[in-house]
Nanobody, 118 residues
Framework: QVQLQESGPGLVKPSQTLSLTCTVSGGSITTSYYAWSWIRQPPGKGLEWMGVKAFDGSTYYNPSLESRTSMIRDTGKNQFFLQLTSVTPEDTAVYYC??????????WGQGTQVTVSS
């Protein structure tokens, strides 16, 4: 079973870059069965899909966030990363990394709270 663990700073100052790591175990991030995604949930709001990285490294972003978002991976460490630039308090959310299985069997990390505040 795939397990995912998010990590990163819980507090980021406005205008800085938010950087999160998702460490994957129980499956390789290069397997063709899964795509790897980031989703966030601001307080009191619904889930917002941020983007997805396929097994071949191709990446697709939410158009509303694309100009500020980067998703990269380290296949040697079996990790993938989220970077969000020029953050504002509106980027305060719980951030989740997800393994999206081809058969609809998705696995979620526990989520990590990120607060943007000076």
């Amino acid at each position: 079973q795939v397990q995912l663990q998010e990590s990163g700073p819980g507090l980021v100052k406005p205008s800085q870059t938010l950087s999160l790591t998702c460490t994957v175990s129980g499956g390789s991030i290069t397997t063709s069965y899964y795509a790897w995604s980031w989703i966030r949930q601001p307080p009191g709001k619904g889930l917002e899909w941020m983007g997805v990285k396929a097994f071949d490294g191709s990446t697709y972003y939410n158009p509303s966030l694309e100009s500020r978002t980067s998703m990269i991976r380290d296949t040697g460490k079996n990790q993938f990363f989220l970077q969000l630039t020029s953050v504002t308090p509106e980027d305060t959310a719980v951030y989740y990394c997800i393994a999206m299985g081809a058969a609809g069997d998705d696995y979620w990390g526990q989520g990590t709270q990120v607060t943007v505040s000076s």
